[in-house]
């Protein structure tokens, strides 16, 4: 194990403890914000130790519960503490991760690959199989509040809520068994002659790094809920709209995902590469949307969803090419070029509405 990957979350502890003790300050926040950077690393070397001691496709349902755990835990205690301003958070930040996994990430993916290896391939079914769970997901929980007459807005009311939320669930439970049992093979990497040489980690070094990792994620909450009153501040600084708040919140937890998204591309194993990304928009609608419902039905509080019309038209751009870019089964570097484009116009218009 690299020495990077427990110094990280020890100095994020010690950055707590003396946060704790002198209390806020510009020193203290800037090592807060350097600690939160470290820490994700340090996050995602743990999650591929435990995903490799795993094994494919369950190694990628790892990291994908682990940030949908980040997620929902920062959204909850943001619009607890926010009030009536932040009921539009969750609904931004599930956007913004639809935006930035399916244009952003799966772009740079794309990108990287083709420029190191020409042309890259992944199982066709797999790919399909999850996008075709992504499309209703994104339709029921993000447009679908916008065209019901029970509430007044872009809101579900309670039942409707529960209703989608279960439905949600059942929409992502349905996925993972296709995942992992029912149609594993689709989702199964070619085993190369690299890989096939590539023992797993004893169980000894996949316990310390599920703990570690277990320790870094709950650090990561932490340090980014206490940051979050500086983020807000500097966005209203900037004129930015308050939804910036969520595209921050998403790339975070997206962080370590990416990068090991980025990683499985360069070293030309592109099927990883997809399941971790595309694994990561799932668990996103269908574990935030609920969880962050059932606490929202408990608190009786409103719950803003449906998305405006740029959104929509931003939203259904994304699906579409997607389709497109799984239509084959085989990569290049202007597809990866394409979805690059369109997460760089989400997010000018983000900044400048």
């Known amino acids: 194990m690299p020495w990077w990957a427990w110094t990280w979350p020890t100095l994020a502890l010690i950055v707590l403890v003396a946060q704790a003790i002198f209390g806020s300050s510009i020193p203290i926040g800037a090592a807060e914000g350097l600690a939160l950077v470290g820490t994700v690393f340090g996050a995602v070397y743990h999650a591929e130790v435990v995903a490799h001691r795993i094994g494919e496709p369950f190694g990628s349902l790892v990291l994908a519960v682990a940030v949908t755990v980040i997620e929902v835990a920062l959204i909850v205690s943001i619009m607890i503490v926010g009030g009536v301003d932040t009921t539009r958070l969750a609904r931004d930040t599930v956007f913004a991760a639809v935006m930035i ?144 708040v969520g595209i921050v919140i998403a790339g975070l937890v997206l962080l370590p995902e990416g990068l090991a998204s980025y990683r499985a591309a360069r070293a030309n194993r592109l099927q990883t ?28 509080k409103p719950l803003t969803l449906g998305l405006g019309t740029k959104e929509e038209l931003l939203l259904a751009l994304t699906l579409i090419v997607s389709l497109l870019t799984i239509g084959t089964g085989r990569t290049s570097v202007r597809q990866g070029i394409v979805h690059l484009v369109v997460v760089a116009v989400f997010l000018f218009l983000s900044v400048v509405p």
């Not at 590469?273 to 009786?300: D, E, R």
């Open 101 to 244: 996994v399916c244009n952003g990430i799966v772009g740079l993916c794309l990108l990287a690959g083709g420029l190191r290896h020409r042309e890259q391939v992944f199982q066709l079914q797999g790919a399909q199989a999850a996008l075709s769970v992504i499309i209703p997901l994104t339709t029921l929980t993000l447009v679908l509040p916008n065209v019901t007459s029970t509430t007044i807005g872009p809101t579900f009311s309670s039942l409707q809520l529960a209703f989608v939320a279960i439905v949600s669930l059942a929409l992502y439970g349905s996925f993972l068994f296709v995942q992992t049992v029912r149609h594993r093979d689709y989702f199964l990497p070619e085993v190369s002659e690299e890989d096939a040489h590539a023992l797993p980690p004893p169980s000894s070094v996949a316990l310390l790094s599920a703990g570690l990792l277990f320790a870094s994620l709950i650090l990561v909450v932490v340090l980014a809920k206490l940051l979050t009153p500086t983020l807000e501040l500097v966005i209203a600084s900037i004129g930015a709209p308050r939804s910036v």
């Open 273 to 300: 590469s997809m399941n971790l990304a595309l694994g990561s928009v799932l668990a996103t609608i269908g574990l935030t949307i609920p969880a962050v419902a059932g606490v929202w039905i408990l608190l009786s």
